[in-house]
């Protein structure tokens, strides 16, 4: 079975640009959850969505940070302007239901390199 | 207030030995817990979970323990594999629904 899937694996692009992850949930799953991963603040909570509305924004760092839902297969998060330290790795996850007990399973990361 | 926490950061041990990470919580108000493993260039994956109302919960060469009186968990692994060598997170679900991960044991199996 397929699992989340998210693109772009890797994207190195230059400060000020506009940057778009892309992410395709598990077929069925209601929960969406982008997450950042840095070395110096560990697997930070962005975002997350249930059943495509958006719950709970507010680790999203700032306005430059927007994420949309548009349907249950399809999540984008965008960097606008982007800066050096949004590089970091972002995860995608999804999850079957709404319940917080269901197992939360997680694509292989977008690697974001700002320069 | 939330926070998950693991008293080391890294952990070295031999192959064939049990390991034994551990991780500290602050809201003893949490209920529900999850380990992760993360191997280099992949998401994390999901262990084992175990619940409040459980002290300890098997899995397949993997056992977590709770003990709710001074807020700790920790995940052991039996008889480590080169295979097991990753970082390993725990993560706690709360109530509004939000995985809160802790920072990360990096687990090196020597051979």
């Known amino acids: 079975d397929a699992g989340v899937i998210q693109s772009p694996r890797h994207e190195v692009t230059e400060m000020g640009q506009e940057v778009t992850l892309r992410c395709k949930p598990i077929?069925?799953?209601?929960?969406l959850f982008w997450y950042r991963q840095t070395m110096m603040r560990g697997l930070e909570l962005l975002i997350y969505?249930?059943?495509?509305?958006?719950?709970?924004d507010s680790g999203m760092p700032e306005d430059r940070f927007s994420a949309k839902m548009p349907n249950a297969s399809f999540s984008t998060l965008k960097i606008q302007p982007s800066e050096p330290r949004d590089s970091a790795v972002y995860f995608c996850?999804?999850?079957?239901?709404?319940?917080?007990?269901?197992?939360?399973?997680f694509g292989e990361g977008s690697w974001l390199t700002v320069v | 207030g939330e926070s998950v926490g693991l008293h080391l950061p890294t952990l070295s041990v031999q192959e064939g030995d049990n390991s034994i990470i551990n991780c500290a919580y602050s809201?003893?108000?949490?209920?529900?817990f999850i380990w992760y493993k993360q191997e280099s260039g992949k998401g994390p994956q999901f262990i084992i979970d175990?619940?409040?109302?459980?002290d300890k919960r098997q899995g397949q060469r993997v056992t977590v323990l709770l003990n709710k009186t001074v807020k700790h968990l920790s995940l052991q692994i039996a008889a480590t594999q080169p295979g097991d060598s990753a970082v390993y997170f725990c993560?706690?679900?709360?109530?509004?629904?939000?995985?809160?991960f802790g920072q990360g044991t990096e687990l090196s199996v020597k051979p």
């Open positions: 809201n003893s108000a949490s209920d529900y």
């Open positions: 969505f249930n059943n495509n509305v958006p719950i709970d």
């Open positions: 993560a706690e679900t709360n109530q509004g629904g939000k995985l809160i």
């Open positions: 175990i619940r409040s109302n459980m």
């Open positions: 077929s069925g799953h209601n929960s």
């Open positions: 996850a999804s999850r079957a239901g709404v319940g917080r007990r269901n197992t939360i399973y």
